[in-house]
């Protein structure tokens, strides 16, 4: 199986940018720290200063390769400037079309290009553009969901249309523990995308409350009742709260707009009101009804016992990969 470290990590573990505001340079540079790639997250409006603030900040924290990862269904230009000045090791994309010239820009400042996406077609059109590797998300992922498709199918069919070039295809979607990563390199990739497993952890913003809640809980449910009019025809997976379970039935004609204010919360050092349906997940600043905000999370979830420290995940998941290969390779 290809146990190999990518995109100049020691190990095939990528943890997800996790928005709008949860991985930030003290979570981003513990998983490079611990030989994984950590991956920032730039705001969904421009705001060059702030996210040149978040690189500096990760640099003094490691020395290892970070990246960043922007939606560019959002405004970005100004963003990706300043990620580019800045030659960040990894770019990472998401809900927006990786065009040939920004690769072309990136690579020429040395910054390694890494769309993540939810379909073959998708992963046609970023291997013809030239990126560095792909990531490709299942249906059983946290947060947005671009694709209808599960891991166990989509993988291996982006791995042969792969084929010989040099791209490391990464599993994103419900991988938690060393069985998943596994999982994974079995279906052909050469790495894994984790986001809610790194959701709880210390370094992670997310409010204490949400992070309570991933180890508390064990159901998702793929839905698209928050966020519906800042973020149109984008689905989700959360954790299923009593606050969903009461409304997720949500007549598709009701949005964000005109609900009441539950809370408010600094995301990216700007102040936001949260409203009812908002899809701004709890972050460490937020105040308010946090049990009726929000709260991605991936269909692994039911795994997660404990909040950990992020290189203890990473190591985790390392040490029982390792086992059971080594296992495998005893037994034949
Ligand atoms: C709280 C949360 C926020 C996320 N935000 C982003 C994001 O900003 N950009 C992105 O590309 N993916 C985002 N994702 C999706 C991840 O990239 C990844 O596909 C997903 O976490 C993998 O599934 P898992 O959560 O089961 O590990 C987010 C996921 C979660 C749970």
Known sequence: ??????????????????????????????????????????????????????????????????????????????????????????????????????????HQVGVKVVPQVGSFEEARRAVNVGVDAIIVQGREAGGHIIGQDALITLVPRVVDLVGEKDIPVIAAGGIVDGRGYVAALALGATGVCIGTRFLATEESNAHPLYKRKLVEYDQTEYTDIFGRARWPGAPHRVLKTPFFNDWRSLPPNENEVNQPIIGRSTVHGVEKQIHRFTGTVPNSTTTGDIESMAMYAGQGVGLIKQILPAGEVLRRLVEGAQLIIQRQCDAT
């Open 1 to 106: 199986m290809g146990w190999r470290g990518i995109l100049g990590c020691e190990y095939g573990i990528v943890q997800a940018p996790l928005g709008p505001d949860i991985s930030g340079p003290e979570l981003a540079a513990a998983v490079s720290n611990a030989g994984g790639l950590g991956l920032l997250r730039a705001p969904d409006w421009e705001a060059p200063d702030h996210v040149r603030e978040l690189i500096r900040k990760t640099r003094s924290l490691t020395d290892k390769p970070f990246g960043i990862g922007v939606v560019l269904a959002f405004p970005h230009e100004e963003n990706l400037k300043v990620i580019l000045d800045e030659k960040v090791d990894v770019l990472q994309l998401y809900w927006g079309e990786c065009t040939k010239e920004l690769v072309k820009e990136a």
